[in-house]
């Protein structure tokens, strides 16, 4: 396979991971450059007596910890896969806040770092040119933070306060592994921004971003061994866009005590939720 674009640095990480054997640990430098919403969570009851809800909480490092987790922080190897079968490995970091639905991505390529956010399924992009990232992801950017987003943060996602959750009847087998599949509809627009309202992005422009989510369809598939919500569907019929994207090899954070996966892989989907090509690997470095 041919390699288009291999950072020396990224080889030298992937070097010391396996030299090391160290655990895994949130990046204690922080790369939040820009203004990103961290709170905790403001409802005064949180629904966790559904079964699957408070099954899934407690796998991830339960519900304690989760209130008291309002960012994490983590650094990254990620190969980045092209249609035509070549790849493309950099290093990323990312910022996320659980009780926001935001995350920051910050892509350390060879001309500049580049950093997007997504808030609330909406993109922003401080400094993100695609022009300069080279990696097949630029055009994806704000779909593939978000799927990020999802899985590692799924407990808290299951939370959200205008979701309805309807487990379907029978579990599925995919990969060897069986599922309770959870599939997702909202009452609302869970109070997120209309068409005409302002933001402000990092630079303190205020712009208007579109109505709607970036998600029209949503699947949690539940491990029913683990309990972990370690996959998990994302579609829009209107734009066409599926996506499918799984955790491996859970470990708490350092100061936080929640398990994430520390790694990740993206695919692409279809209606039907089946996994296509790969997209991305995310390694967290350890």
């Known amino acids: 396979m041919v390699v288009r674009v291999v950072r020396t640095s990224a080889l030298i990480v992937l070097i010391a991971l396996a030299l090391t054997g160290c655990g895994w640990q949130a990046s204690k430098e922080s790369s939040q450059k820009f203004s990103l919403p961290v709170t905790g969570p403001d409802r005064k ?133 069986w599922y309770l599949p959870l599939e997702v509809s909202h009452r609302t627009l869970g109070g997120r921004l209309r068409a005409g309202d302002a933001e402000t992005d990092g630079t303190g422009e205020a712009r208007s971003r579109p109505q709607g989510p970036r998600w029209t369809q949503r699947i949690y598939f539940q491990d029913t061994d683990s309990s972990l919500v370690d996959m998990i569907w994302l579609g829009n019929s209107v734009t066409q866009k599926f996506l499918l994207v799984r955790g491996y090899d859970y470990a708490r954070t350092a100061s936080g005590g929640v398990r994430i996966p520390t790694k990740i892989e993206v695919f692409q989907s279809d209606p039907e939720a089946n996994i296509g090509s790969r997209l991305a690997l995310v390694e967290l470095k350890q």
């Open 45 to 177: 009851v949180l629904p966790t007596s559904r079964p699957s809800v408070s099954a899934a909480l407690d796998a991830a490092g339960g519900l304690l910890a989760w209130k008291e987790c309002t960012k994490i922080e983590a650094g990254a190897v990620v190969t980045a896969c092209a249609p035509d079968g070549c790849f493309y490995l950099t290093e990323q970091d990312f910022v996320l806040c659980p009780w926001s639905d935001a995350i920051q991505v910050t892509a350390h390529e060879p001309q500049a770092d580049l950093v997007w956010q997504v808030v609330g399924e909406q993109d922003r992009a401080p400094r993100a040119d695609p022009n300069l990232q080279g990696s097949p992801l630029a055009s994806l950017r704000g779909d593939y933070a978000d799927a990020l987003l999802q899985i590692a943060t799924a407990p808290v996602r299951l939370l959200e306060d205008d979701l309805v959750l309807t487990p379907r009847p029978a579990t599925v087998q995919i990969a060897g592994q």
